[in-house]
Structure formats: structure tokens, C-alpha cells
């Protein structure tokens, strides 16, 4: 991945590939090394100085999630630091602060930092959009999108038609898992969080634990901006300082009350009535990993997707467009393999994309035998293999004028083809070929 610049200026990376994970590392580092603080006095100005090298890495990151992470993660060590403060260390810290203050206008970091404050900026209003159908898509996928869908999900079925914008991830670590976990995941997700939290919670005698519990605020922060968390280098020092919270509590025997462990259980029961009120009702979607249900209802339709035929990424977008057209759309289901498909297809008509011969050959004759009707977009097989031979009626194949399929001319012999004029092997009005009347009936 190559470097990222802000008018012109390297935005500091470590060697992680974003400077967001980059920021994350350095917000958390910022907490940690005061740790030196609670091990011998000298400690606090090692720590001093490792702190105010770290500010200034920070700022050349020009993250404002690792900014805003670091502050969070710091406010721990405030509160629960032993007091008094010596003036002469006020006086350090005021300078240090001070020093990364200076360096942030010496860089112009301070222009990105106030970005989306006094002007709009797409990087805010585009996580913004993404995040407000977080809660949508986890109502409408009770069971999960799956592992790594949450970001292609959204912009197949969420995100508008018009909308080109790309996403890679959910850019909202905790969020994305969210979309992508199913219920039971979710609430164990949010309990682990929670848990954590109570488990480096600092009290009287063990106020060093501000440092991991500050550890783990800017490391769930920083999650919240970008999609830091999918980086395994970055649970390393979260991993140390809680074991460490661990350790320290087994030796000592001193854990939470009981009693405390009823907050990471409301903690987590709170949060999932929350994703369930701001879902509302949701969506006319249904989602899952294997499968993606428009409208309500049985499906009159079932599509099995094939994205090279279809066009690509944007095949669902094309596919929503030509729903919505419809003063009554029919209720359609999508999978991407043919054996994904429910086995009750009684009264569905089944739209097969790029049909392949080892999937005809294996699944053609269950399809054939439920299905109403069956449209063949393009098959990469021979009418033999696709079972046609049992029922001539209830297939069509849809080739282009031009096309240079090699299985073609087998099945013109069958008289089951429909050549669609000023297209080759990609169709490109294939929603609007499928619900003509001429070949659903």
C-alpha cells in the first residue's frame, strides 16, 4: 500500500498500512507508557518524554479518530492518578501538551482536525451515511451478514443506486462485527466489552489498573472511527496490559463484587435493545451470508448470481433499480450457488446465471423438478447437463446477439433459446428481460 498524504504532507505510517491503525497504536502507547509512573519515581518523566515523542507521532498521523482515542484513553490516568500533583509536573505536562499543540500547526494537522466542524467532509458524512443502516441491517439479518460481508452488503442493498462511493470494510470496527454476528454473537461480543472493562476497573490500592482500563478505552475509541480492530498487531499490547489486570488480580485475589457482574450483563442487554430500537422495523431486506430476500413474503423469484454475467458489483444496485420500478415488485431471492436455494420452489421462477457443468449436472434435476419455470442466463453448460431433456417447457436460455459462448449452437438445437439483439455474453437490461411477461409465463 502506498503512502497517504494531507496537503502534501506523509501522514506517518508504521509499517500497519493506514495511518488510522497507525494513530490507534500510538493513542494506546500514549496511555501505556505511563505505567513507568507506577513502577519508581524517576518513572514519570521517562514516561514524560515518551509521551510527548509519541504526541508528536500522533499528530504526524493526522488521524483524528487516534486523537480523539488518545484523549478518552487518558482520562482513566486522570482520575484515578493519586493526588497531590507536584506543581514542577503540571508544569512539565502544560509544556508537553503545549509542544504537540505547536507541532500540530507547525504540520497544518490542526486544518484536517477541524474538517467536518468548519466545512463539510466527505470522510465524516460518508462513515455517517454507512453507519446509520448499521442498526437497519442488523434487524433485517437476525442471523448475520457473515464474516467480511458487512461493508459489501451494504452497498448491494443499502446503499442508494446512485451512490458509486466504495467500501472495503464498515469503517467501524465494532459496528461491522455487528452487521456481520448473529444475535447470540452480538450480545457476547458486547458482554466481552463490558467485562473487560470491569476487570481492569482501578479502586483503592490498585490504581495502577487505570493504565490497562485506559489501554482499552483507546483501543474500543479508535475502533469507532475505522476499522482499526481487524489489524491482529494491534490487540498485542491490549492483550499484555489485560493479562497483566489478570495476573495482578489472581495473585492479589481481589476481583469486582459479585454483584459488578451484573454490569457488563446489562451492559451488553442494553446495547442489543438499542440496535433493536434504532433498527425500527428495518427494511424490506432479509439478509444472510447465503442468501438475500427483496420484498415480503415467499419469493416469486429466485436469482442465483453470477457476477461476471450480471455485471460485476453493481448487479444488485441494478437489480434494486428494476424492482423499484414496479408499482407492485414481486418478491425476489438472491443466492450465489444453485444449492443455496430453498428446496420448496413450488410456484418460483428460478433466473440461473452462468450456470456451470458441474452444478448442472448436480443440481439441474432438483431444480427442474420444483421450479415453475427456469431462465438460464448465458449457462456455461450443455442442454444434456441442465436436465432440459426431461422438461423442454419450463427452460429458456438467454443468450446475446453477439454472443461467443461455445455452448450456444447445442443449445439453439433445443429450441429453448431466446437471443437478445445488441448484446454479447453480458446482458446488460437482464432485470428488465427477466420480469417481461414473455418469458415468466
Same mark, same amino acid.
Given at each position: 500500500?502506498?503512502?497517504?498524504?494531507?496537503?502534501? $504532507?506523509?501522514?506517518?505510517?508504521?509499517?500497519?498500512?493506514?495511518?488510522?491503525?497507525?494513530?490507534?497504536?500510538?493513542?494506546?502507547?500514549?496511555?501505556?507508557?505511563?505505567?513507568?509512573?507506577?513502577?519508581?519515581?524517576?518513572?514519570?518523566?521517562?514516561?514524560?518524554?515518551?509521551?510527548?515523542?509519541? =504526541?508528536?507521532?500522533?499528530?504526524?498521523?493526522?488521524?483524528? =479518530? =487516534?486523537?480523539?482515542?488518545?484523549?478518552?484513553?487518558?482520562?482513566?490516568?486522570? %482520575?484515578?492518578?493519586?493526588?497531590?500533583?507536584?506543581?514542577?509536573?503540571?508544569?512539565?505536562?502544560? $509544556?508537553?501538551?503545549?509542544?504537540?499543540?505547536?507541532?500540530?500547526?507547525?504540520?497544518?494537522?490542526?486544518?484536517?482536525?477541524?474538517?467536518?466542524? &468548519?466545512?463539510?467532509?466527505?470522510?465524516?458524512?460518508?462513515?455517517?451515511?454507512?453507519?446509520?443502516?448499521?442498526?437497519?441491517?442488523?434487524? !433485517?439479518?437476525?442471523?448475520?451478514?457473515?464474516?467480511?460481508?458487512?461493508?459489501?452488503?451494504?452497498?448491494?442493498?443499502?446503499?442508494? %443506486?446512485? !451512490?458509486?462511493?466504495?467500501?472495503?470494510?464498515?469503517?467501524?470496527?465494532?459496528?461491522?462485527?455487528? $452487521? +456481520?454476528?448473529?444475535?447470540?454473537?452480538?450480545?457476547?461480543?458486547?458482554?466481552?466489552?463490558?467485562?473487560?472493562?470491569?476487570?481492569?476497573?482501578? #479502586?483503592?490500592?490498585?490504581?495502577?489498573?487505570?493504565?490497562?482500563?485506559?489501554?482499552?478505552?483507546?483501543?474500543?475509541? *479508535? #475502533?469507532?472511527?475505522?476499522?482499526? *480492530? +481487524?489489524?491482529?498487531?494491534?490487540?498485542?499490547?491490549?492483550?499484555?496490559? @489485560?493479562?497483566?489486570?489478570?495476573?495482578?488480580?489472581? $495473585?492479589?485475589?481481589?476481583?469486582?463484587?459479585?454483584?459488578?457482574?451484573?454490569?457488563?450483563?446489562? *451492559?451488553?442487554?442494553?446495547?442489543?435493545?438499542?440496535?433493536?430500537?434504532?433498527?425500527?422495523?428495518?427494511?424490506?431486506? +432479509?439478509?444472510?451470508?447465503?442468501?438475500?430476500?427483496?420484498?415480503?413474503?415467499?419469493?416469486?423469484?429466485?436469482?442465483?448470481?453470477?457476477?461476471?454475467?450480471?455485471?460485476?458489483?453493481?448487479?444488485?444496485?441494478? @437489480?434494486?433499480?428494476?424492482?423499484? +420500478?414496479?408499482?407492485?415488485?414481486?418478491?425476489?431471492?438472491?443466492?450465489?450457488?444453485?444449492?443455496?436455494?430453498?428446496?420448496?420452489?413450488?410456484?418460483?421462477?428460478?433466473?440461473?446465471?452462468?450456470?456451470?457443468?458441474?452444478?448442472?449436472?448436480?443440481? #439441474?434435476?432438483?431444480?427442474?423438478?420444483?421450479?415453475?419455470?427456469?431462465?438460464?442466463?448465458?449457462?456455461?453448460?450443455?442442454?444434456?447437463?441442465?436436465?432440459?431433456?426431461?422438461?423442454?417447457?419450463?427452460?429458456?436460455?438467454?443468450?446475446?446477439?453477439?454472443?461467443?459462448?461455445?455452448?450456444?449452437?447445442?443449445?439453439?438445437?433445443? =429450441?429453448? &433459446?431466446?437471443? %437478445? *439483439?445488441?448484446?454479447?455474453?453480458?446482458?446488460?437490461?437482464?432485470?428488465?428481460?427477466?420480469?417481461?411477461?414473455?418469458?415468466?409465463?
Amino acid at each position: 500500500m502506498g503512502d497517504i498524504f494531507f496537503n502534501g $504532507v506523509w501522514r506517518m505510517d508504521w509499517g500497519l498500512g493506514n495511518p488510522n491503525k497507525t494513530a490507534a497504536l500510538i493513542a494506546m502507547l500514549m496511555v501505556a507508557v505511563w505505567g513507568l509512573a507506577f513502577i519508581r519515581r524517576w518513572g514519570f518523566w521517562v514516561a514524560l518524554s515518551a509521551f510527548t515523542v509519541l =504526541g508528536g507521532c500522533l499528530v504526524h498521523t493526522f488521524s483524528r =479518530g =487516534g486523537l480523539v482515542a488518545a484523549c478518552f484513553g487518558l482520562v482513566p490516568l486522570l %482520575i484515578f492518578v493519586p493526588r497531590p500533583w507536584p506543581m514542577r509536573r503540571l508544569v512539565a505536562l502544560g $509544556v508537553a501538551v503545549w509542544a504537540m499543540i505547536g507541532f500540530s500547526f507547525y504540520l497544518n494537522a490542526h486544518e484536517r482536525y477541524g474538517q467536518g466542524v &468548519v466545512k463539510q467532509d466527505r470522510s465524516i458524512t460518508n462513515r455517517l451515511h454507512l453507519w446509520k443502516h448499521g442498526p437497519l441491517m442488523i434487524v !433485517d439479518s437476525p442471523g448475520g451478514w457473515g464474516l467480511g460481508n458487512a461493508a459489501k452488503s451494504y452497498m448491494r442493498w443499502y446503499q442508494p %443506486i446512485d !451512490d458509486n462511493e466504495s467500501f472495503r470494510t464498515f469503517v467501524n470496527s465494532h459496528l461491522e462485527w455487528l $452487521v +456481520e454476528f448473529n444475535w447470540p454473537l452480538r450480545f457476547l461480543y458486547l458482554f466481552a466489552w463490558a467485562a473487560v472493562l470491569l476487570v481492569c476497573m482501578p #479502586s483503592r490500592g490498585n490504581s495502577w489498573l487505570a493504565v490497562p482500563l485506559g489501554v482499552w478505552i483507546a483501543f474500543g475509541v *479508535a #475502533s469507532i472511527f475505522s476499522s482499526v *480492530a +481487524e489489524s491482529p498487531w494491534l490487540w498485542i499490547l491490549p492483550g499484555i496490559v @489485560l493479562v497483566s489486570a489478570l495476573g495482578w488480580r489472581i $495473585v492479589k485475589q481481589q476481583w469486582p463484587r459479585p454483584l459488578s457482574w451484573a454490569f457488563p450483563v446489562g *451492559a451488553a442487554t442494553v446495547g442489543c435493545v438499542a440496535l433493536l430500537i434504532a433498527g425500527g422495523s428495518g427494511t424490506q431486506v +432479509e439478509g444472510s451470508a447465503a442468501r438475500v430476500v427483496l420484498g415480503d413474503g415467499k419469493p416469486t423469484f429466485w436469482l442465483v448470481a453470477d457476477e461476471q454475467v450480471l455485471g460485476g458489483d453493481r448487479f444488485a444496485k441494478t @437489480l434494486r433499480a428494476a424492482w423499484s +420500478e414496479h408499482e407492485k415488485p414481486p418478491t425476489i431471492g438472491v443466492v450465489w450457488s444453485v444449492r443455496q436455494l430453498p428446496t420448496d420452489l413450488s410456484g418460483a421462477v428460478v433466473i440461473w446465471s452462468g450456470a456451470t457443468s458441474a452444478e448442472a449436472t448436480t443440481d #439441474s434435476k432438483r431444480v427442474l423438478g420444483t421450479a415453475e419455470r427456469t431462465i438460464l442466463l448465458v449457462p456455461r453448460c450443455y442442454p444434456q447437463e441442465s436436465g432440459l431433456d426431461e422438461d423442454k417447457q419450463s427452460v429458456v436460455a438467454l443468450f446475446g446477439e453477439f454472443s461467443q459462448s461455445p455452448f450456444l449452437s447445442a443449445w439453439e438445437e433445443t =429450441g429453448s &433459446v431466446q437471443r %437478445i *439483439a445488441g448484446t454479447g455474453d453480458f446482458l446488460p437490461n437482464w432485470p428488465q428481460l427477466i420480469f417481461s411477461e414473455n418469458l415468466i409465463r
